[in-house]
């Protein structure tokens, strides 16, 4: 399903900010897995993310996706093989338009756009039957504008809308970083739901330990542009937040300091 190999990325090579951000990343997904991504700030997580969906070009390397080579397609044409949901709950839906309208957007994801304006019936009660399952009562606020939704409304709605047309690869960005534990418990558990019904293949950048050990099928961490440990079966199920530290100094020859993933556990 997702296949790199050998993916290198500099930021501003050459000059004094010079920036190793991947370091020949190879990495393998069957259909259907769910893998969680953890490491350090500047560890290249988001990166990873950024150069499969396209926002950077890569320096080398290959990216194939169900087949089909993307790395270099610009990233509006690999929108029809991945859905996205950021960490800023403000950056995967446009304020100024209402729910409906996002919706219908999200619904002609990687197609070719026309003229034709407006929004059917049978769309509207699709929209709808979505929108229920979220169990917060946006069904009913078709027409309400997306800024006036709460963060975790509005990340709920993104993470709909990424899998609205079902993505081959599904990127999630610490997406749940920015909200409040309560809420971000709840879009997780949604998160967990949608992926589960649509058996989606998934990479779930994530801070908190705890969920990159529980979620999925399989958890990788990386360290200054490389994947350093991964794990799955029997070895991540038997591996405990105390394990995945230890298995990370030994493998990168430093401990963890950053606050925020010791915080979350």
Known sequence: MLSITGLKKTFNPGSVNE???????????????????IGGNGAGKSTLL?????VFPADEGKIIIDGQAVESLPEHARASYIGRVFQDPMMGTAASMTIEENLAMALKRGA???????????????????????GLGLENRLTTKVGLLS???????????ATLVTPKL?????????LDPNTGQKVLQLTENIIEKNRLTTLMVTHNMEDA???????IMMHE????????????KNTGISDLLEMFKK???QSITNDRMLLAN
Request: charged fraction near 25%.
């Open 251 to 253: 493998a990168s020859g």
């Open 170 to 178: 599904l990127l999630l960005d610490e997406h749940t970083a920015a």
């Open 151 to 161: 963060g975790g409304q509005r990340q709920a709605l993104t993470l709909l809308m």
């Open 225 to 236: 542009g490389k994947i350093i440990l991964d794990i799955s079966g029997t070895k991540r």
């Open 50 to 54: 950024n150069m499969i969906a396209g």
């Open 213 to 219: 050990l529980r979620i999925g099928n399989r958890t």
């Open 19 to 37: 920036r190793l951000a991947l370091a020949g990343i190879s990495l393998e997904m069957q259909p259907g897995d769910v893998v969680t991504i």
């Open 112 to 134: 070719k756009r026309g003229l034709r304006r407006g929004i059917k019936n049978k769309d509207r009660n699709f929209f709808r039957e979505q929108l229920s399952l979220l």
